[in-house]
């Protein structure tokens, strides 16, 4: 499976598209390459098509988080969606943003089930 990337200057947004089974090594490749090629102020991971492989365990959520705290996660004025409509994904994106907070990520995030609902939060100002 491959993560598509899109980014919208106009929105500050930053799209990230999974469909099919979702590996580990996918998900690293795409948080790795923020070192490059940062994304946007808000980012969206849309795994509305997407389920974790069998090999998505929590180890992987810790190396995960530890990396994207690196790259993304002391932005304190950034904002990451994550929207999920199946329950193993969902769970699996509530794992990994619990590891982020743990690790003392600055930025907002939060796991929808509603496109919708995530996109209006990513659209609200910090006050």
Known sequence: MTIK???????????????????????????KAFED????????WDCREAYPADSFNSAYTREIAELAKATVGLRREGKTAFVAVSD???GM???????????????????????????????????
């Open 88 to 90: 193993v994904s969902f």
């Open 37 to 44: 090629d940062p994304p946007a102020r808000k980012i969206l």
């Open 5 to 31: 990337r899109h980014t919208d200057p106009s929105n500050t947004l930053t799209t990230l598209t999974a469909a099919g089974q979702l590996t580990p090594d996918e998900f690293v490749e795409v948080v």
């Open 93 to 127: 994106c509530r794992m990994y943003t619990s590891q982020l907070e743990v690790k003392g990520a600055l930025h907002s995030m939060k796991v929808f089930r509603d496109m919708d609902e995530a996109l209006k939060w990513l659209r609200e100002e910090d006050g």
